[in-house]
């Protein structure tokens, strides 16, 4: 018996209300952009079926990848 995995909505372009976009909220050459564009680029489909199915949905990868090296490049700790 396999389980699917379920992510949690994750839509980086998504409108909002206040302001009509995120992307009005980050500068144009702010260094989140990059990481974003680099993790937007690269495959992570070995990180994907590392994922086992079931239970609740999960937060994205990418998602998840982009704030860990943001956060790790601006020496930013957190604990998992």
Do not use: C, W
């Amino acid at each position: 018996m396999s389980s699917k995995v379920v992510f949690k909505t994750y839509q980086q372009d998504q409108l909002s209300l206040l302001p009509p976009s995120y992307d009005d909220l980050v500068p144009k050459n702010h260094p989140v952009r990059i990481v974003n564009t680099i993790i937007e680029h690269i495959d992570i489909s070995a990180l994907e079926k590392s994922y086992k199915g079931g239970g609740t949905s999960s937060y994205h990868l990418r998602m998840l990848l982009k704030v860990v090296i943001y956060a790790n490049s601006h020496s930013i700790l957190f604990f998992l």
